[in-house]
């Protein structure tokens, strides 16, 4: 038929559906509180269907002890090392933006301790990458926890 304009379905090779050139926006290790709002504007992206965010707070509980509070120290590369995992998930997912923010220093039960969050062309990619994000930030990451018991007892983990 001559004439007929025919619209083609969009596909994955549209710009927004790829990972940005640069999608790391944050990434710190700090003594300060953390902020769930910081984190999410960092990630924010006009091309993202999906934005993923993860809060760890520190629990009233471990193991069926009570815990009266804990510290967090970080070896001198850990933010270097937190750069390398945000890179690799960046890397396996169409990341649009990514941040990452862990808190050091002696914290309460009911104190945010990591703030992650991704944003993706779509939700299940930043369920994904965020859940990677996370689980290889706690794994690889040189942050140790010392928890304190109210049985008085005390643990490190991670170390």
Request: with cysteine; aromatic share 6%.
């Amino acid at each position: 038929m001559s004439g007929t304009h025919v619209t083609p379905t969009p596909g994955r090779d549209h710009p927004g559906e790829r990972a940005a050139a640069d999608p790391v926006r944050l990434l710190a290790i700090r003594e300060t509180p953390l902020s769930v709002d910081e984190v999410f504007a960092a990630v924010g992206d006009a091309a993202a269907g999906g934005t993923a965010l993860f809060v760890g707070t520190v629990r009233s509980h471990d193991g069926g002890t009570d815990v009266e509070g804990l510290g967090y120290s970080a070896h001198p590369t850990a933010e270097a090392e937190l750069r390398q995992v945000a890179e690799k998930v960046a890397a396996d997912f169409p990341v649009r933006a990514l941040a990452a923010v862990h808190r050091v220093g002696d914290l309460a039960v009911g104190d945010l301790a990591v703030v992650v969050a991704v944003s993706c062309p779509h939700r299940a990619e930043a369920f994904a990458a965020c859940r990677r994000l996370i689980d290889d930030l706690k794994a690889t990451v040189p942050i140790w926890k010392h928890q304190t018991f109210s049985d008085g007892t005390e643990e490190w983990v991670g170390a």
